[in-house]
């Protein structure tokens, strides 16, 4: 199994669903960034279970706690290690899943691939591995912070209720405001209410985050196998649950004629800046920030579909490990829509991917 992310950023984290903790250890961690403690388990408070009406029931309080790496409130350059302990799992919940596959599962891939596997909560394969994610990108962000690099994401669709894709119509600073974290709060209130009600009838539903950062410097990503688009598809399509990634303007792109959507070049009002990249901008971005896989200065902003979580509070029908026809009928706590909780691991990856190629890019020239 890969577990580790990252060229020179990495991030290698272990632990299971109802295992003891889950965790990781970041390496290439430059020295000397400011380290908010305060901030990180924040985010991963944005992440826990049980943190309202629409998510889990679980409750873990998610408490990080950091094992190396950091003195007297700065990073020293040597891996940071930390972990998470889990305190509320209820094991038992899953006994009937022991040699029964869920359907649209990992239990049937897992069990195939390793020919073991771990059925309390989904083991390895389980959406609380993320916990590590969460961390590794709060890291991620202090150090971004240094560099004014900033990373928003918001829930901009639930089932079929869905924002403009054009992020620039709302204020991001309020998504917070809502349990949905999404910047209209009217639409807000009609997704909190949906996915209350699917909730309530044992079902699950789907939907799209939106990600915006800005600040990004010009000659961010590789050329050819390395393309930053490429690197945070890849990112996101690692994160449970997620089935599409698009950036700029995606697949609506694809019926456009080049005419209509190239982002013409300008100059910059401001004459008085020395360097290139600072003197030139866009009239659009259509591009999303990166042409030819490198970022060229603008937003980059990029959308990610979820699908609907796959544990339905109904019977359904499956095999069991002999390949026998059964039924499953599951227990346990688990949330009817991913997209609250998943806006802060979209922000982490994010972020780990911006900081690697910053770091990698510092190796392109003497």
């Known amino acids: 199994m890969r577990n580790t992310f990252?060229?020179?950023?990495?991030?290698?984290?272990?632990?299971?669903?109802?295992?003891?903790?889950?965790?990781?250890?970041?390496?290439?961690?430059?020295?000397?960034?400011?380290?908010?403690?305060?901030?990180?388990?924040?985010?991963?408070?944005?992440?826990?279970?049980?943190?309202?009406?629409?998510?889990?029931?679980?409750?873990?309080?998610?408490?990080?706690?950091?094992?190396?790496?950091?003195?007297?409130?700065?990073?020293?350059?040597?891996?940071?290690?930390?972990?998470?302990?889990?305190?509320?799992?209820?094991?038992?919940?899953y006994d009937n899943m022991r040699e029964v596959f869920r359907p649209s599962h990992a239990d049937f891939t897992y069990y195939n691939k390793y020919g073991i596997r771990d059925h309390r909560g989904g083991g390895r394969s389980s959406a609380?591995?993320?916990?590590?994610r969460c961390v590794g990108g709060a890291l991620a962000k202090l150090a971004l912070k240094q560099l004014n690099i900033s990373i928003q994401a918001y829930t901009s669709q639930v089932g079929t209720i869905a924002l403009d894709k054009d992020y620039h119509k709302y204020d991001l600073s309020t998504i917070e405001d809502n349990i949905v974290r999404c910047p209209d709060q009217e639409k807000a209130k009609d997704m909190e209410n949906l996915i209350a009600?699917?909730?309530?009838?044992?079902?699950?539903?789907?939907?799209?985050?939106?990600?915006?950062?800005?600040?990004?410097?010009?000659?961010?990503?590789?050329?050819?196998?390395?393309?930053?688009?490429?690197?945070?598809g890849a990112a996101m399509l690692g994160i449970n649950a997620v089935k599409g990634f698009e950036y700029g303007n995606g697949f609506d792109g694809a019926s456009a004629r080049g005419s209509e959507v190239n982002d013409e070049f300008i100059p910059r009002k401001n004459i008085a800046l020395k360097n290139l990249a600072d003197k030139v901008t866009t009239c659009t971005n259509n591009s999303g920030g990166i042409q030819g896989g490198i970022s060229n200065g603008q937003d980059i902003y990029f959308r990610v579909a979820f699908k609907p979580v796959a544990t339905l509070l109904h019977p359904q029908n499956t095999v069991d490990i002999h390949g026998e026809a059964t039924s499953l009928d599951v227990r346990g706590r688990h949330d009817p829509c991913v997209l609250p909780r998943a806006v802060p691991i979209v922000e982490a990856m994010a972020a780990m991917v911006i900081l690697d190629n910053y770091l990698l890019n510092k190796t392109t020239k003497i």
């Open 128 to 132: 609380r591995i993320t916990i590590a």
């Open 197 to 232: 009600q699917i909730k309530k009838e044992g079902d699950t539903i789907g939907g799209t985050i939106t990600c915006v950062i800005k600040g990004c410097p010009v000659g961010l990503g590789e050329p050819e196998f390395g393309k930053l688009h490429a690197q945070l």
């Open 6 to 93: 990252g060229n020179i950023f990495t991030l290698t984290s272990f632990g299971e669903s109802h295992g003891t903790a889950v965790g990781g250890i970041v390496d290439g961690f430059p020295a000397g960034i400011d380290i908010d403690l305060e901030f990180i388990q924040n985010e991963l408070k944005r992440r826990k279970p049980g943190q309202s009406k629409i998510t889990t029931d679980r409750k873990e309080p998610d408490q990080v706690e950091f094992l190396s790496g950091i003195f007297e409130g700065k990073s020293t350059g040597t891996p940071i290690a930390f972990e998470v302990r889990n305190t509320n799992q209820h094991s038992k919940d």
